[in-house]
């Protein structure tokens, strides 16, 4: 194979993977059904947990809770609920915390990378 070809083979095939893992993360459709099915077992609005953090809707996703600082638009890393779902969080247990399996790690980027991405309701 020619060397020009196979670098542009190369740059092609890179450049579609990081397309893909940048691609824009949905609330409604990434998110949500996460949250549905793994998280709103306690963090329901009308449930007792020991934060307040209620994850029913995006608006109680945004302003529920004690931490100010659970989420942070455009700072993953330092967002408090992904620190919450990386195992030996500063302050409690991983979430969540009932489960026998925690969120894999590529649910949990979902969450990163959302947030990194503005925080979004879309």
């Not at 009308?46 to 307040?52: A, Q, W």
């Not at 969540?96 to 979902?110: G, N, R, S, T, Y």
Request: include cysteine.
């Amino acid at each position: 194979m020619k060397p020009l070809l196979l670098c542009a083979l190369l740059i092609s095939l890179f450049a579609n993977t990081f397309a893909q893992n940048k691609s824009e993360v949905s609330y409604s459709k990434d998110l949500y059904p996460i949250i549905k099915s793994k998280c709103m077992k306690c963090h329901e609005k009308d449930d007792e947990n020991p934060n307040s953090f209620a994850m029913d809707n995006y608006a109680f996703l945004r302003s529920s809770g004690k931490t100010k600082d659970m989420i942070i638009p455009g700072d993953g890393a330092n967002s408090y609920l992904v620190i919450k779902l990386l195992p030996k969080p500063p302050k409690g247990a991983q979430m969540p915390i009932f489960a026998k399996k925690k969120l894999p790690d590529d649910e949990v980027d979902l969450f990163k990378r959302w947030i990194d991405q503005g925080a979004k309701e879309n």
